[in-house]
């Protein structure tokens, strides 16, 4: 079980004083939301990343080892950890200090410029979507085939049928269910691509945060961000910068920022399956989304709205 631990401003300053006193003495204020991690500002360039669930210091500790390597040539800011916290008496867990991102998330902030947004998203999963090495973390809920999940997809299934017509849900399950298996090398993925875990800024994506269930595996279940995160109709011109060999991953190689492939190849049965992926995420906000208007912890109620017009989004271009 979870254990959470009551995390303050003087804790954060403690830790600070005791592990890295350069730091101490910069403005410390918490910045809400957080499922893992609670994470408060320090300065204007960095983030304590305090773990706050028994599995947070094991994501932690696959962030600090993976996304340093990760991170060059992506083409959107993301959260790089650049010092740890070690346990003690003061704090039991390991903990890190991570580069600020600058935005509002997308739950508070959507995205309304969707042609713009679509080739930035596009542009930083080509580079991203590389092949991951045999050593790459797995997970057993992101990047595996969609059969895996096709318990907790019932229950999902009849959520959104309280939000959308039962036949046209089901309908687009069973096609992405019944595509074909993603093939070849596994991919780096994001694994957990929705609107808490992004920033906009002017109307479009300015960063990508919270790198937990960083994985390998397929490629379809990042690209459910097609529909997660981006408005209406903006979906085809994302699969349409991701496919296209002059998109920005492309540049990155070019300038030799990368090495080995950027992205994957895309074809019918990945968007199919993507699709299938946005609409267990979809299930998953909303059904966070109704926990926080009840008042119960963990709720998040603005992810509540984010899942129904994710759910919307997947049956319009379905």
């Not at 992205?263 to 966070?288: N, S, Y």
Request: with cysteine; proline share 9%.
């Amino acid at each position: 079980m979870d254990v959470r631990i009551e995390i303050d401003e003087g804790l954060i300053r403690g830790l600070l004083r005791e592990q890295h006193p350069d730091l101490a003495e910069l403005p410390i204020r918490e910045v809400p939301g957080g499922w893992d991690n609670q994470l408060w500002r320090v300065g204007d360039e960095l983030a304590v990343r305090m773990p706050r669930t028994e599995r947070a210091p094991d994501l932690l500790r696959k962030e600090y080892r993976w996304l340093p390597v990760l991170a060059p040539p992506l083409p959107l800011p993301v959260p790089v950890p650049v010092r740890t916290g070690e346990p003690s008496e003061r704090f039991p867990r390991f903990w890190t200090v991570a580069r600020w991102v600058a935005g509002e998330p997308a739950d508070a902030a959507p995205v309304t410029r969707g042609e713009h947004a679509a080739e930035a998203l596009a542009g930083f999963l080509r580079v991203l979507h590389r092949a991951a090495p045999e050593d790459a973390p797995v997970n057993p809920h992101r990047g595996v085939p969609l059969s895996a999940h096709a318990g907790e997809a019932e229950r999902g299934l009849r959520l959104l049928s309280e939000f959308a017509d039962a036949a046209a849900v089901r309908r687009v399950w069973e096609d992405a269910l019944a595509a074909p298996e993603a093939r070849g090398t596994p991919v780096w993925l994001h694994g957990d691509l929705h609107p808490a875990n992004v920033v906009v800024t002017d109307g479009t994506l300015s960063g990508v945060l919270d790198f937990g269930e960083l994985c390998s595996g397929d490629p379809a279940t990042d690209l459910s961000a097609a529909w997660l995160l981006l408005p209406a109709g903006a979906a085809s011109r994302f699969f349409e910068a991701y496919g296209d060999g002059d998109g920005a991953g492309d540049r990155a190689r070019d300038d030799g920022t990368v090495d080995g492939a950027v992205g994957v190849d895309l074809d019918e049965a990945t968007v199919r399956r993507a699709r299938g992926w946005a609409l267990l995420r979809a299930a998953g906000l909303i059904d966070i989304g109704r926990a926080g208007d009840q008042g119960l912890p963990g709720g998040k109620p603005t992810w509540g709205p984010a899942g129904r017009a994710a759910l919307a989004r997947v049956l319009a271009d379905g």
